[in-house]
């Protein structure tokens, strides 16, 4: 059973996932500088307030946290557009990468191919 988990535990694409969700919570502290530290007080400037948990509808004597709601809609789509830029710019770095590859092996005997007709 000990061996059955070592390789289960080794295994490249879990340690690929482990490496990957530390990265992720890495950037998670970078996000939030940006949103706390940079857009939510630009939006402060705008608004008047530096949050909107300010904003509560109280029915009855229960408080409705709305204001807290739209601040974590708020997050979540910065975070969102975020990783979209990320994600498009490593697409477009991967498929440059790919593009200055060369010719692929088809290519390659295709040329050879051409190449044994004319002769």
């Known amino acids: ?3 059955e988990f070592r390789e289960f535990a080794l295994k490249g694409n879990l340690l690929e996932i482990a490496v990957a969700l530390v990265l992720a919570l890495a950037f998670v ?3 939030n500088a940006l949103v706390n ?3 939510m007080p630009l939006i402060a ?3 008047g307030e530096p ?3 300010a904003i509560v509808w109280t029915i009855g004597d229960t408080p409705i946290l709305i204001g807290t709601f739209i ?3 708020i997050d979540f789509l910065l975070i969102a557009f975020v990783l ?4 498009k710019a490593a697409n477009r770095f991967q498929r440059k990468a790919e593009g200055d590859a060369g010719p692929t092996e088809i290519d390659l ?3 050879i191919r051409d190449e044994l007709a004319r002769r």
């Open 29 to 31: 502290a970078v996000v």
């Open 45 to 47: 400037a705008i608004v």
């Open 109 to 111: 005997l295709v040329q």
């Open 71 to 73: 601040t974590a809609v």
């Open 1 to 3: 059973m000990l061996k």
């Open 37 to 39: 530290g940079i857009i």
């Open 84 to 87: 979209f830029l990320i994600v």
């Open 51 to 53: 949050s909107f948990d």
